[in-house]
């Protein structure tokens, strides 16, 4: 386990903190951090994230097969493999269950550019990845099409998905998705939110795309 020490504290802490800040319950949600070129480290399958400890976070390769480690991985392996296969930029990835995320993938609809900071951070619409069965290649598929170059974006009926270059980046895009769920939810009991001027989004995605570099 010394190999890949650093790289299981911090999926583990990562995971811990996705519970201390009430972005999902239980045994529910996934963490994982790019190691190398084809594999990373990855939180394991229905395990109480209080229960764990750095030897129970799994090393797996891209194609499922298990290092190190006793555990199996999470069953939403291939939704992160997909993301690491298609984005190469990024080195982490959480899938999380938060309350008004819950609430918006639950209707479907994406998020226009309605915030700064959702320019800024999570670099732009957030998008709806189409109902896909739980750990299935056909989930990772739709996801990695509905986050595109963004850090975000919503699993139908299910959830979050964000990523980041590190893996509190990548944290801090599931709690920048989280707020802006709830703004949006808020807002839309008055009418429509007003989207940002065109300019503005033009702008603002440039800066994104500038600091993911």
Not at 137 to 156: I, S
Request: charged content about 20%; aromatic content about 6%.
């Amino acid at each position: 386990m010394s190999e890949w020490l650093e790289e299981r504290r911090r999926v583990l802490l990562t995971a811990q903190q996705l519970l201390e800040k009430r972005l999902t319950v239980g045994s529910s949600g996934n963490v994982s951090q790019r190691v190398g070129a084809e594999l990373l480290a990855i939180t394991p399958n229905r395990r109480y994230t209080e229960d764990l400890t750095p030897a129970d976070i799994v090393i797996a390769t891209f194609e499922g097969d298990v290092v190190d480690g006793d555990g199996i991985p999470s069953s939403e392996l291939m939704l992160h493999v997909g993301v690491y296969q298609a984005r190469p930029e990024v080195q982490a990835v959480i899938h999380a269950h938060p309350r008004y995320v819950s609430a918006v993938a639950m209707t479907g609809r994406p998020i226009p550019p309605i915030l700064e900071d959702q320019m800024i951070y999570l670099g732009g619409q957030v998008e709806v990845a189409a109902h896909a069965m739980s750990g299935s290649d056909e989930l990772a598929a739709a996801a990695v099409l509905a986050l595109g170059d963004r850090n975000a974006c919503l699993l139908a009926n299910h959830g979050a998905l964000a990523v980041g270059r590190d893996l509190r980046a990548a944290l801090y895009a599931c709690e920048y998705l989280e707020k802006l769920c709830l703004a949006f939810l808020w807002a839309s009991l008055l009418g429509d939110p007003d989207v940002l001027p065109p300019e503005v989004v033009e702008t603002e995605q440039a800066f994104f795309r500038m600091m993911r570099m």
